[in-house]
């Protein structure tokens, strides 16, 4: 059984096997004409034993990697 940190304090954790149903982007314009899109993508989730937030549901540690992707207008790429 994995142990890690939560809140503070050293905790026993039960990974949990899950599946992807949706990874949407969320897009931003910025006002130098570029535009980025981003989206958070998991790799682990880890149910922390014993903990409850205050509906009952159980406490999860999520472990994810952000992507980004940034088209720019060419007057603000590097020439080559």
Known sequence: MPKMNFQ???????EVEFQTRKEDWNEYQLMDGSAIKMKLVVSAVFR???TYD???NPAY?????????VSSP??????P
């Open 8 to 14: 503070g304090r050293e905790v026993d954790a039960t």
């Open 48 to 50: 922390i034993d014993g």
């Open 54 to 56: 205050n509906e009952g």
């Open 61 to 69: 540690q999520i472990k994810s990697t952000n992507v980004a992707a």
């Open 74 to 79: 060419d007057a603000l790429k590097k020439k």
